[in-house]
């Protein structure tokens, strides 16, 4: 069965750090460009950040950047996101999405066609 496997999420107090993991089963993530979202109850999923197909683009929403770092790994078939400086704003569901796009990325949910089931991730004091 295909699926993406997201892991890392937990509880963390402001101004920490996780790592969040993307790991597809049955398929390479090699021909997607990959997208992290979030949705914390009540809102809407939003775009956190974005790598493109060949890794040489990426995209963060505003509200990361400078905090969050997007990377791929084709070699271990993984994706990551490095979370430092979080906030309590930053607490959400988080997913992996992949999509097809021939060059960068985006931060648009309707360009990814599969996502996992999410980790969660928790800020607090």
């Known amino acids: 069965q295909l699926q993406l496997v997201e892991s890392g999420g937990g509880l963390v107090q402001p101004g920490g750090s996780l790592r969040l993991s993307c790991v597809p089963s049955?398929?390479?993530?090699?021909?997607?460009?990959i997208g992290w979202f979030r949705q914390a109850p009540g809102k809407e999923r939003e775009g956190v950040a974005c790598?493109?197909?060949?890794?040489?683009?990426?995209v963060y929403a505003d509200s990361v950047k400078g905090r969050f770092t997007i990377s791929r790994d084709d070699a271990k078939n993984a994706a990551y996101l490095q979370m430092n400086s979080l906030r309590p704003e930053d607490a959400a569901v988080y997913f992996c999405?992949?999509?097809?796009?021939?060059?960068?990325?985006?931060?648009?949910?309707?360009?990814?066609?599969?996502w996992g089931q999410g980790t969660q991730v928790t800020v607090s004091s």
């Open positions: 790598i493109s197909q060949n890794g040489d683009s990426t």
């Open positions: 999405e992949i999509g097809y796009r021939a060059r960068g990325c985006a931060l648009k949910h309707g360009e990814y066609h599969r």
């Open positions: 049955g398929f390479r993530l090699d021909y997607y460009a």
